[in-house]
Each structure stands twice: as structure tokens, then as C-alpha cells.
């Protein structure tokens, strides 16, 4: 009897910490710019167990985040091309999520975008099961049930890793330099001056040099931020654009079309370097 009550006493003891850190980390009525915040999109298996106490959910929320809970992954799809999450976070596995992680590990604008997976914790099959997960491009898993802690410690961790790309200036001022947040362009030391979608181009293909890309990945890329439809002859029209702008600073040539596959950014070595170099 008494090994009952201390057991009791404990749990009790384990729930009531738990709520506490909750009510200690809630940020819901701060005022916050919703700009600020970081976006999650939460996909949830609605035929899997509940991951844990608390949910995923709750424990996301109350740390302040945006989060948007889909159950299907085509919302999920919608999703991830009109609002651009910081951070995937799927809870429980099914087998059709290994292709499409797989899917989003090839395309842009979703190739980097950090995925955590809370699996479940059923004996050999989480093992298994963490393996698929990892394998199809998830960056961690977590067995649930889990500590509300834990969980925000990894997606913390995961958020400052991402480094996303609207923040990052890459390269320098005397060969090529792309700062989004000034929205300024130097390229062999001459400033010039782009539009928003011609800028979003560039500085995708400057991340990814000597990266062959075809004319749907390059539309996902330019539609990534509004949504919507854009015509294949549209993305010529915005390279033919783009070369003019490059060639009028004497980089004309950096831009290449790879017939029967697409673009091609080439800088000169040395300046791809340098891009690597200040992306890290």
C-alpha cells in the first residue's frame, strides 16, 4: 500500500511540473508580431495514437509559435507553398510518408526544410520505424510519449540550424553579393537593381551553383511566397530578364540554358566559393 501512494505521489508530483513549465512558457497573449513568430506546420496521423501528454499541439503553441495542424498531406502540400513553414513536425508514421519526405528532399523550395517526426514507442517498432523516418529525410525523431522540454528543445534547435533564407546574405560586394533583408544586388562590384520575383531567382540560383533546374522547380520557387499558377513561357520570360540585367555588368554568361533540362547559374569558381563560404 504505501509503494501504491508513493507511486501515486510521484506521478502527481511529474504531472504537476509538467504544468507548471507550461504556464511558465506560455506565450500566447504576449503581444507578438505575427511576422516574428516561427511558422510550424504540424502534420498529424488522426488514426495513430495521441503523441504523448500534453499533445504536440498545446506544447507548440503555448511556446508562442504560429501553428497550423493538417491531417492529410495534401493540406499539408497547400500548406508548405502558400504560408512556408520554418519546421515540419509530423506525429505518427504512416508507410506514404516515406515517398514524400523523400518528394520533399528533391524539390524546392522544400529541400532544406528541418523535419522532426514523433513516432511511436511500441517496442522493435520504433526502431524500424525511426529508421524509415530518418532514411526518407527526417532530421530527428522522438519516441512518444515525451517531456514537453524535449520536444521544444529540439524544435528550437532545429529553428536556429534552418537559417532561412530570407535572412542570409551570401557572397561579397566585390563579385557577387545578395542581401534579402536590404534587397540589394552587387554583382562584379556594380549595384544593380531587381525586381521581387527576378531577386528571388537570382538568389536561388547563387545558393545552388552549377545546380541544373527545370522549369517546374524553378515556378515552385518564384510561386513559393504567394501561391498560384505561373506559365511555363513566364519563367522564360523572367531568365531572358534576369541574363539582360547580368549581362549588362558583364556577367551575361552565368546564366545558362541546359536545353532539355532547364537553367544553369555558373559564376567563376572563385566566386562560388565564396558563396559557400558565407552561407555556412
Not at 515540419?88 to 508514421?93: E, N, R, T
Not at 524546392?108 to 522493435?124: E, H
Not at 529525410?137 to 522522438?142: I, K, P, Q
Not at 553579393?177 to 531567382?201: N, S
Amino acid at each position: 500500500m504505501l509503494y501504491i501512494l508513493l507511486g501515486g505521489v510521484v506521478i502527481h508530483a511529474a504531472h504537476l511540473a509538467e504544468a507548471t513549465w507550461l504556464a511558465h512558457t506560455a506565450k500566447v497573449d504576449a503581444p507578438q508580431d505575427p511576422g516574428k513568430r516561427e511558422r510550424i506546420l504540424l502534420l498529424a496521423d488522426p488514426a495513430s495514437p495521441d503523441a504523448g501528454h500534453p499533445p504536440v499541439e498545446t506544447v507548440l503553441r503555448r511556446t508562442g509559435a504560429l501553428v497550423q495542424t493538417v491531417a492529410a498531406i495534401p493540406q499539408a502540400e497547400r500548406l508548405l507553398r502558400k504560408w512556408q513553414p520554418q519546421i515540419l513536425v509530423i506525429v505518427g508514421w504512416f508507410p506514404l510518408l516515406a515517398d514524400w519526405c523523400l518528394r520533399l528532399r528533391r524539390q524546392p523550395p522544400t529541400f532544406q526544410l528541418p523535419v522532426l517526426v514523433v513516432g511511436s514507442s511500441i517496442g522493435q517498432q520504433e526502431g524500424g520505424e525511426a529508421m524509415e523516418a530518418l532514411d526518407a529525410g527526417a532530421d530527428a525523431y522522438l519516441s512518444a510519449p515525451l517531456a514537453p522540454q524535449l520536444l521544444v528543445a529540439q524544435v528550437q534547435a532545429m529553428l536556429k540550424r534552418a537559417q532561412g533564407w530570407a535572412l542570409e546574405r551570401i557572397g561579397d560586394t566585390e563579385s557577387l553579393c545578395l542581401d534579402p533583408v536590404a534587397h540589394r544586388v552587387w554583382i562584379l562590384g556594380q549595384e544593380v537593381r531587381l525586381p521581387r520575383r527576378m531577386f528571388t531567382l537570382l538568389y536561388y540560383l547563387a545558393k545552388h551553383p552549377d545546380h541544373t533546374f527545370s522549369v517546374a522547380e524553378i515556378t515552385s520557387v518564384l510561386t513559393a511566397e504567394k501561391g498560384g499558377y505561373m506559365q511555363p513561357n513566364a519563367v522564360a520570360a523572367q531568365v531572358y530578364r534576369l541574363r539582360k540585367v547580368l549581362g549588362a555588368v558583364g556577367a551575361g554568361n552565368w546564366l545558362e540554358t541546359v536545353h532539355g533540362f532547364g537553367y544553369r547559374f555558373t559564376p567563376p569558381k572563385s566566386t562560388q566559393n565564396i558563396i559557400r563560404l558565407s552561407s555556412r
